[in-house]
């Protein structure tokens, strides 16, 4: 197969999947007729839990997906999409009083849990900045920058820089800042500076203020000089307040996602120093992410030292090794990264993909079987990886046949 013929079968499958499968499962089944907004969870069997509590994550997630969906097809149904997911968070998950984004709802849209979870906070600017691009909508770009203050007034740790997890509903300071319950109860992640980073890339890119450039060059270096291991490239995953490392837990599919969304933000600030040096560190962690790789070329979840590979591929790291060795083969012409993107596509066309029921499986085994008790829709399963893949590819194929 010709480099032209493997660009094409990745572009072409990543558009039909987007278009004919991902985007029509969410517009018909997942909006909430009966108290507004999106349901908070549907079964792998395709059992909607109408009482579902719902979730910032997923609601920020769906408004970025049918936002960029819009920009880059301009289908009506794409814009209704996105205006309602606007509207809902709006109206539901900015809490009036002390501001910022709550965790969850209950399914009538009354306040859950009220934490303030700085990895949501990150996700509603990072969804509100896309939205903004399609509408020029002030209140949209309005709230985002409020949040993008919340966040570096509440979070930003001025003594050892970087940011915490999570404050109480009225920013007092909260036992337990988990984002999750498989995450170490720490002061600071790997996983909210690297959707922080995101957030406020995409932010830059319609608010070009030398105040958000500032922020993004000192979380690339914070990247860069704290959480990216020096030795072996893959990233840390939680620290204490002082930087201190607190886990040894390698997670491939993070790994990869850094890879390319740290070269994008150095990117988008204009400096070529830091470009530079963000494609040198893309492949040395995208290097580091082959250790990760299983025989036929799916992405195993994790590598724990105490237990070995945890081998079984869920959605999302698939999903960015996709955009992750594509971006690879553009900085370097190296045709190794584009065969992975290829095989990586192959695996979610063989795997991941329910020809059922519609959209993509959560995780399945190392022999390819579904594990039937992940959410097919949930707090963490949303839209946002395989479409974000999906627009990644047809943005870059666009740039590489230029």
Known sequence: MTTNEK???????????????????????????????????ITNDQIIDYKADKGAILNAR?????????????????????DRAFDYIIRRFIDPMNSGVFWSLDYQGNPADTKKQFYAQAFVIYAFAEYYKISQ???????????FSVIEEKAF???????????????????????????????????THLHIIEAYTNLYRVYN???????????????KNRIVHPETHHLILFFDMEWKPMSDIISFGHD?????????????????????????????ITEAVHEGLDPEGGLQYEFHPEHGFITDREWWPQAEAVVGFLNAFQLTGDEKYLDNALRSCNIIKKYLIDRNNGEWFYRVDSSGNPRWTEDKVGFWKCPYHNSRMAFEVKERIAKLKE
Do not use: C
């Not at 909508?137 to 949040?147: H, P």
């Not at 740790?157 to 109860?185: F, H, Q």
């Not at 203020?209 to 990247?223: G, P, Q």
């Not at 850094?258 to 150095?266: C, G, N, P, V």
């Open 209 to 223: 203020k030398k105040v958000i450039k500032n922020k993004l060059i000192n979380l690339y270096d914070i990247f």
């Open 256 to 284: 990869i996602e850094a890879s390319w969304l740290l070269f994008e933000a150095a990117e988008a600030t204009g400096d070529r120093d830091r470009v530079k040096d963000a494609g040198r560190l893309a492949i040395q």
């Open 137 to 147: 909508n002030e209140k949209a770009m309005q709230e985002a920058l409020n949040i």
């Open 7 to 41: 660009i094409h079968e990745i572009h072409a499958f990543t558009e039909e999947d987007l278009l004919m499968n991902v985007l029509p499962f969410w517009l018909k089944y997942v909006p909430d007729n009966e108290n507004e907004g999106f349901y908070g969870r």
């Open 157 to 191: 740790d001025t003594v050892n820089n970087g940011y915490i997890e999570a404050l109480a509903s009225d920013w007092m300071p909260l036992a337990d800042m988990r984002l999750s319950a498989k995450d170490m109860n720490v002061a600071k992640s790997m996983n």
């Open 62 to 82: 769906i408004l970025y997906t049918f936002s960029a969906a819009y920009r880059l097809y301009r289908k009506k149904l794409y814009k209704a999409m996105a």
